[in-house]
Structure formats: structure tokens, C-alpha cells
């Protein structure tokens, strides 16, 4: 049954009444302007101390009794056949428990796997890989999309396929040659992006282990605890997925790269059932560049065309990118966001002899962003506008109209923005820039989320998703806090194990809202019963008994705090569960962002440091401000590292990648860290009783975008490769640019 | 095209027998003498607050601290640690409770993901206990070997900086 509410949502300055049919079991929707007394507040992470006293166990630090370990021998070729391979001394070692070899394999990037040794210590494993020798007959490849694309045929694992925002096929609408014809202003850029790793610091990888009954229990760092144990594991292990446990109580950094078992997982799996052993394998660093995933690179290129006013009438593109050995996903947000009446666009994802892409925490939107912002800003030069008011001309987004006045004012976009591009007197020359973020996700699924108390006032709450860091332990507290009238450190949140009711895999930014609204409604029917145990104990109607300042009240001055509410409640203890249910209509399916960033570019060395970053943002009503803020900060960082730094690096004839360390795959350092201003815009989003949308993904989508707005500020030319190297931006100086 | 080289039987080696100075607690430890400090500290004394992030010395997640200096232990080994006094995460709390930097730390949100916190935690204790008052410039470059992928640096200045004041004011 549903019945009909009607309440304020939207943004302050631009709210709207949404009447939406509610379930019965679902909350009443918290409208704009609740007041609330948790949610929306600074909270420190329930964990924070396990992590800052070394207590917090991530699948790396899992050691069992007997426990061996496994590797790989990976190959060092692009493209080859594995022609003959001697064990022999690696079988004889003492130690080593399981060999596996793959002779007449054929390789298609380099880190395959040709090899793999099961042994009783690490030590015993070094030597044994050391000792596997394996002749390979190398074949021709192509490791780039320029390679590739010269011979597609004969040296690329399959033929390229093109796809439109990596969903496949091509993306049109309106009438865009017409458009191209009669445009005032027109220009035409080519943008590259370079892929980029997720150098998550704690590896893939999982620790399995099989008890006496035959049960397995599989710790995984992975973002998808209740989802990992897929087909190939649960093969391997020829179990039944309800006899594998799969734990993941924290986990150090995934960003996209891990979610289901992955080969080395099986392999785990497979050698534990081999050896009875507990068996352990994380992947090395090396490994992890070249085969923990990937972003896509891209070559785009762009034409934008609008009227002298500003108004944008058409985008016209052609993109490739190489997502690996695989088929799709290098695709390119860059039609997104604005108001762009005509669109025509091709996009290919060519096959290249490169371990495979992953979704990489806002996928296609980065590199699509980095791009469109760019043709924006070359719009506005060329139509003598101010770029920010061409970007607010065309944005359809009401929340991010506000956030570009927010954004603004911060930066002090009339005072620093330079109305002469590079007119900066001296070598060192500064400007600031801006672009715009969007991503879509209100969350999903019908997760449930349960809630016991005892007699003793003791909250539980439980489910299967992990907390990457992002807080979602914290998140479920604060949730169900709000409506027991309990502060959120007080309850116990167990969470990232198989044993607690499923919960979604953390991809698109879906966990907080997925599960924000059951762990609220757990908390709701949680009052309920205890309201319900006070009915009785008053001989009052349960509905009679309300919460107020966390004091239940009910008729003739009766009063109860929440322990004594507890004191009623039998020794069966009191369980419950929060269910989420479907959306509602919302107030509008785009997230809206937007980040502006003053830069500072030594045009003698080529050098740009990022001295600020305003950041904008809107997630739906936040839960907890302090991990959102962490979040943005976090956006912000590997944004500013995608802008400047990180470029997986191929060597054409050998096919591997040269720099696989952090000593020469360069992420965002301390130094390098610039003031990041966060704004956080409350919207009531209208999708679910809380309001909430996520936020992981939106906060990095801008920040490329909007530093290399703020270079061509400073210098007047556009560098139009990322990342922004002191030897690509001497190139744009110098008009060497490709 | 071969790879591979020649053999070694580290499973007949024989373990080492040595007493490591950790967190003030003097431990009689066995373990291979190849062993990194890291791999010792994790494997062989089951002290895993130390992190394994790169095993090549650019992460700084396995950061200890060495006679009071920050080092990184995977690019030490056990057996060089003889009359060291070694200190890990696991040590910094004081029978008192935590240490302000783990207090900091927590309360202000600097650990996200928390893989990195460990080796923050004594770099940041190092730079405390030789300056009481370190400037930013100052953090920058002792922090910089420590990489943190989530969230970390901005927050992490903050609660070195109110640890470094609570601490100057409880020694008053």
C-alpha cells in the first residue's frame, strides 16, 4: 500500500514541492529545512581509532596458521606464445606446495600470467617464480591506440569497437550538420588524456581458507563483499555460494578496480583446495600497474559551435581510446552536462595488446570533461566572452547555476581571472579557471539492513557492504541515530561479511544512498517496537508514545529515557529490519558540481603548481559533512594527479610498461597539495525518505578540467594533453603542440 | 626469449634467533635472515599496524621508527636491527591512552581508507618529538614519502598541527 506526501525539495534559492507515492513502511521524506539532529553533521568515522591504532585488519594483514602463499611468473611480452616452460627446479624445491605452467598459452599483454607457484613462505615463493624458466615466441603487437590503428588486423587482439559514452554505437541528436554550417563561432581542438592506474596501496588480492566441514572463508579487498563470490570461485572451490564467507573488514583503496573474484582470486581459491592449506596471494606493485585496471586514454577531438552570444548550438566529435584487450569502455563524457541542442559523436575503443581497463571512479568523465571544458574555454576566447558566463549561459542545471556564483566568489573570479589570457607580467605567470561536474545516482537496489538491541541498550546494526574508507559504517550509525535519538558513536555497525543481509557493491557512487534509507527505516521500526514495548508497560496505545530529545513521552507526564526504553525488552532481544524500497520522483537525476582552480605556471620551466581549488558540490542531503569533505578532498587530489602527473607509460617495442613503481608512476604527493575549499550545496534530492545522492564519483570529474582552464588563464595557450607535464606545457609556449 | 634464474632453497635455511627492542618490550624472535623488518614485524610477530604497501621503499606505508628516526622498514633488514629500539602504531598509545596524533587523527578525520595512517602516524610522531612547533614547510618535506591515494594530506596537516598543540600545551 502507498500513500501520497507531498513536501519542499530542491536547493535553497531554487526548491520545489515534489508529491510523491510513498510505501507504507517507508519514513515520511525529511523535507528541505528538517531539522535534524544527526544527519547533516560533522561525524568522526566509527573506525577511526582502529585505523589509528593499527587495529583495523585489511586482507593484507591476515595471517593463518599454515597459511601458504601464491605468485605468479607474469610475462614480460605483449604478445607472444608461451613456447616451453621448465618447473622443474621450482617442483624440487622444498617448500613449494603446487605448480601450475601454461604451456602454448597465448599472451596478450604484459603482467599475463604464464605460471603460477603455491609455496610454504614467501621466501620459498620468491625462489621458486626465480626458478620457472619460460621461452616465449614474441609476436607482433600494437601497445597504443596510434599503433593500432595503423594495422588493426594483424596486430591487435580484436577489432576495435566503437562506442558512444561506452554504451555502445554512435550518439546523435538534432540536426548537427546543419548546425556545423550556420554556427558564428566555431572551433575545432584535439585533447588527450593518458591512462591512469588506480595504485590503490593496498593490492588486489584475498586470503582462502577451507575449515574441516569443507566451508570456505575468503578474505578479499575488494568493494563488492557480498557480490565477490562469483562463478570461477565458487567453481574452484565447488562450493555453494551460501558456503563461502567472504570478509572484507577494511580495505585499503579500490576506486573502481575491485569488485568480483579476479583470476589471482581463483588461483587462491584453487590452492587451498589443492594443498588444504590457507592460502594468501596480493598482488606485487609491479602487478598492479600493469594489471589491477586502468583508466582508458583518449584522443578526442572536438568541434563546438554556438552564436556570437555564447549559446552553444552543436558539438561534433570523434574519440579513441584502448580500454586494453578488450572490447568497450573508452568511451568519453564529453557531451554531458550542458545544453547542446545537436550532438554528433563517434567513439572508438581500439583493442590493444594491454591488460584490461576498469570503471576508474567516474568513468569516461574526467578525460570527457578535461576535453569539453576545453573546446568551452577555446568557445569563449574566440567569442570574446567571459568563459564563465558562456558556462553558466548554457548550464540547464538549477543547483549548479547557484554553485557557479558560489564558486565564484570563493575564487574571486572578477578580481584573478585574467581578462587578457597570459598577460601576467614575469615568468611566473598565474590564472584561475573553471569546469563544470555531473554524474547521476540516487542509489538502488532493495537492500536491507538489520538492527538488534538487547536489554542493555546495546544497537547493532548489520549489513554485507564494506566501507572502502568512503564511511559507511559511520553513515549507517548516523542514519539510525536520527531516529532512536542516540548519538551515532554509541552504535555498533558490523559490516563487509556475507553473514549480515546483502548490501551493493560500491560502484557509481551507490553505496551511501542504497543504504542510507534502510538503515533509516531499521532505526524507524526500531522505535516502533520499543514505543510498542512502552505501550504496554504504560497501558497506553503504542501510537501515543512519541521521541522527543531522545526521551520517549508518553500520556500523563510518563517519560522514559532510551536505556530504560531498552530495560523492557525480553531476553529473546529485539531484531528488526530496514528495507529500501523503490525511488521516487526526484527533484532532478543530475548531481550537480562544479570546481574553479588557480594555478601558478613558471613559463621558463614549464613547472605548474595548483595553489587553490574551490570545490562545489551537491550530493543530495548529506549524512555526515566531514566524510563528505573528505570525499571532495579526496576527488580533488587524484583529479589534480590525473591533471598533472599520472601517465602509464608503454614501451612500443617491448610492450610493457616502464614505469610500474611509484617512484616513476607519480601520484599527488603532500607537496604538491594545494588549499582545497569545499562547499557543500544540501539538496533534497527527492529519490529516497533521506534525500541523498552520492558523491564519490562527482567530486573528481571537474578538477582536470578546471586546472587546465586556469593554465590557458595564466598562459594564454591551452596545453590540450594531460597529463600537464613541464615539457608539454614548454610545447604549447613554444607552438610545438601536436 | 627466457626468463627465470638459478635456483635457491629458502626453505632449508636456517632461522635466525634474536631478541628486537619493540616498543619497549625486549622479544626473543626466530625468523629467516633474509626477512625484511617489515616481513618480521608482520609475519613473524603478528604486529600488522605496519603496512605493506610497495615492498620497494616509495610508499612510506610501512614506515617505523628506528632509534627515533622514521624508516622505512621494507628496506630493512631484521637482523640489522640488533640493540634498536623499534617502535611501531602499535606502541604509540601510552598506558594513558592514545597519543594526540591518534586522537587527532581520529577525531578530524585524516584516516579514510586508513591503509596509510600507520607510517603518517610515526613519520608525524618523529617530526613531533624533534620540533615541538613544526611549520608546514616543515611537514611538507618530512611527509613527503608518504603517499596516501583517499583523502589524507590536507586533513593530515590539520591534526599533526592540533596534536603538535596539545601536546606543547600538556607539557607546559
Same mark, same amino acid.
Given at each position: 500500500m502507498a500513500r501520497k506526501v507531498t513536501y519542499l525539495a530542491g536547493i535553497e534559492g531554487a526548491e520545489r514541492e515534489l508529491t510523491v507515492e510513498v510505501h507504507d513502511l517507508d519514513a515520511d521524506p525529511w523535507p528541505l529545512g528538517a531539522k535534524l539532529k544527526y544527519v547533516g553533521t560533522e561525524v568522526p568515522r566509527l573506525d577511526g581509532v582502529a585505523k589509528v591504532t593499527g587495529v583495523a585488519q585489511f586482507t593484507q594483514d591476515v595471517n593463518l596458521d599454515k597459511m601458504a602463499y601464491a605468485g605468479e611468473v607474469i610475462a614480460p611480452h605483449a604478445h607472444a606464445v608461451v613456447k616451453s616452460i621448465d618447473a622443474s627446479a621450482a617442483r624440487a624445491m622444498p617448500g613449494v606446495l603446487a605448480v601450475r605452467t601454461s604451456e602454448g598459452k597465448r599472451v596478450t599483454y604484459a603482467g599475463s600470467s604464464v605460471a603460477a607457484v603455491c609455496a610454504t613462505s614467501r621466501e620459498v615463493l620468491a625462489d621458486a617464480l626465480a626458478a620457472i624458466r619460460v621461452e616465449y615466441d614474441v609476436q607482433p603487437h600494437a601497445v597504443t591506440v596510434e599503433e593500432a590503428l595503423k594495422d588493426e588486423v594483424r596486430v591487435s587482439p580484436r577489432r576495435s569497437n566503437d562506442t558512444a559514452g561506452g554504451r555502445g554505437g554512435a550518439m546523435r541528436r538534432g540536426n548537427p550538420d546543419a548546425a556545423l554550417e550556420s554556427a558564428e563561432v566555431k572551433v575545432e581542438a584535439e585533447y588527450r588524456t593518458a591512462i591512469q592506474t588506480h595504485s590503490a596501496l593496498e593490492p588486489h588480492g584475498s586470503v582462502v581458507s577451507i575449515d574441516k566441514e569443507g566451508n570456505a572463508t575468503v578474505w578479499a579487498s575488494t568493494q563488492a563483499t557480498s557480490g565477490f563470490a562469483g562463478g570461477r570461485l565458487l567453481r574452484a572451490l565447488e562450493l555453494p555460494r551460501g558456503r563461502v564467507r567472504v570478509i572484507t573488514e577494511h580495505m585499503g583503496g579500490g576506486f573502481g578496480a575491485k569488485f568480483g573474484a579476479q583470476s589471482w582470486d581463483v588461483l587462491c581459491a584453487e590452492f587451498?583446495?589443492? &594443498? @588444504?592449506?590457507?592460502? +594468501?596471494?596480493?598482488?606485487?606493485?609491479? #602487478?598492479?600497474? /600493469?594489471? !589491477?585496471?586502468?583508466?582508458?586514454? #583518449?584522443?578526442?577531438?572536438?568541434? /563546438?559551435? !554556438? $552564436? +556570437?552570444?555564447?549559446?552553444?548550438?552543436?558539438?561534433?566529435?570523434? $574519440?579513441?581510446? &584502448? #580500454?586494453?584487450?578488450?572490447?568497450? @569502455?573508452?568511451?568519453c563524457a564529453n557531451f554531458m552536462g550542458y545544453t547542446l541542442p545537436s550532438v554528433r559523436m563517434l567513439q572508438h575503443t581500439v583493442s590493444t595488446f594491454t591488460a584490461r581497463g576498469a570503471a576508474f571512479r567516474a568513468p569516461r568523465h574526467p578525460q570527457g570533461f578535461f576535453a569539453l571544458e576545453g573546446a568551452i574555454d577555446a568557445f569563449a576566447a574566440k567569442a570574446g566572452l567571459d568563459p564563465l558566463a558562456v558556462r553558466m549561459k548554457n548550464d540547464p542545471h538549477p543547483v549548479r547555476q547557484i554553485q557557479w556564483k558560489i564558486g565564484a566568489e570563493r575564487i574571486g573570479w572578477k578580481r584573478n581571472h585574467r581578462k587578457v589570457a597570459g598577460s601576467d607580467k614575469g615568468p611566473v605567470k598565474r590564472g584561475v579557471g573553471c569546469a563544470a561536474g555531473r554524474w547521476s545516482q540516487a542509489g538502488r537496489g532493495n537492500w536491507s539492513v538489520d538492527l538488534t538491541i538487547d536489554s542493555s541498550g546495546h544497537v547493532i546494526v548489520m549489513n554485507g557492504a564494506q566501507d572502502l574508507g568512503t564511511g559507511t559504517r559511520t553513515l549507517l550509525a548516523i542514519c539510525v541515530a536520527e531516529e532512536l535519538g542516540i548519538p551515532p558513536a554509541t552504535i555498533d555497525v558490523r559490516v563487509g561479511d556475507t553473514r549480515y543481509p546483502p548490501g551493493p557493491g560500491s560502484g557509481g557512487s551507490t553505496t551511501a544512498p542504497s543504504l542510507g534509507p534502510a538503515a533509516r527505516e531499521a532505526g524507524l521500526r526500531a522505535r516502533e517496537a520499543l514505543a510498542a514495548l512502552l505501550g504496554v508497560e504504560w497501558k497506553t496505545d503504542s501510537e501515543k508514545v512519541t521521541l522527543e530529545d531522545g526521551v520517549f513521552k508518553g500520556p500523563g507526564g510518563k517519560k522514559a529515557t532510551f536505556q530504560e526504553a531498552c530495560g523492557l525488552i525480553p531476553d529473546e532481544g529485539l531484531r528488526v529490519r530496514g528495507t529500501r524500497r523503490r525511488n521516487y520522483d526526484g527533484y532532478n537525476r543530475e548531481t550537480a558540481g562544479c570546481q574553479f582552480a588557480e594555478v601558478a605556471v613558471d613559463t621558463e620551466t614549464g613547472v605548474i603548481t595548483v595553489e587553490r581549488v574551490v570545490a562545489v558540490h551537491d550530493a543530495g542531503r548529506l549524512v555526515n559533512t566531514m566524510a563528505s569533505r573528505s570525499q571532495v578532498n579526496g576527488g580533488v587530489i587524484q583529479g589534480i594527479s590525473f591533471a598533472l602527473y599520472e601517465e602509464r607509460q608503454l614501451d612500443e617495442n617491448l610492450g610493457d610498461m616502464v614505469n610500474p613503481t611509484f617512484d616513476t608512476y607519480k601520484i599527488m604527493g603532500m607537496a604538491d597539495c594545494p588549499q582545497i575549499d569545499v562547499v557543500l550545496t544540501t539538496v533534497v534530492s527527492g529519490f529516497n525518505s533521506i534525500g541523498m545522492m552520492g558523491l564519490g564519483e562527482p567530486a573528481t570529474v571537474p578538477t582536470a578540467g578546471a586546472i587546465a582552464s586556469a593554465v590557458y588563464n595564466a598562459i594564454g595557450v591551452q596545453v590540450r594533453q594531460l597529463p600537464m607535464t613541464p615539457a608539454r606545457v614548454l610545447a604549447a609556449l613554444e607552438g610545438r603542440q601536436q | 626469449m627466457t626468463q627465470g634464474s638459478a635456483p635457491a632453497a629458502a626453505e632449508t635455511r636456517r632461522k635466525v634467533h634474536m631478541q628486537l627492542l619493540v616498543n619497549g618490550e625486549a622479544q626473543e624472535v626466530a625468523f629467516l635472515p633474509h626477512k625484511t623488518l617489515l616481513e618480521v614485524l608482520r609475519e613473524d610477530m603478528q604486529l600488522t599496524g605496519t603496512k605493506h604497501g610497495c615492498e620497494l621503499g616509495e610508499c612510506g606505508t610501512c614506515t617505523v621508527l628506528m632509534d627515533g628516526e622514521p624508516m622505512l622498514s621494507c628496506l630493512v633488514l631484521g637482523i640489522e636491527c640488533d640493540g634498536v629500539e623499534i617502535e611501531t602504531v602499535e606502541g604509540m598509545a601510552t598506558g594513558a591512552g592514545p597519543h594526540p596524533l591518534q586522537t587527532w587523527f581520529a577525531d578530524l578525520g585524516a584516516a579514510q581508507c586508513g591503509y596509510c595512517t600507520p607510517g603518517f602516524l610515526m613519520t608525524a610522531k618523529s617530526i613531533l618529538e624533534r620540533d615541538p612547533n613544526p611549520s608546514r614547510e616543515d611537514l611538507v618535506e618530512e611527509l613527503s614519502g608518504n603517499l596516501c591515494r583517499c583523502t589524507g594530506y590536507l586533513k593530515i596537516y590539520e591534526a599533526i598541527e592540533a596534536a603538535a598543540k596539545d601536546m606543547r600545551e600538556g607539557s607546559q
Open positions: 587451498a583446495k589443492e &594443498t @588444504g592449506r590457507p592460502v +594468501k596471494y596480493l598482488l606485487t606493485r609491479r #602487478s598492479e600497474h /600493469l594489471v !589491477g585496471g586502468n583508466r582508458p586514454d #583518449s584522443i578526442q577531438k572536438l568541434t /563546438l559551435g !554556438g $552564436t +556570437k552570444d555564447g549559446t552553444f548550438t552543436v558539438l561534433a566529435g570523434e $574519440t579513441w581510446g &584502448t #580500454s586494453g584487450n578488450g572490447r568497450g @569502455g573508452a568511451g | -
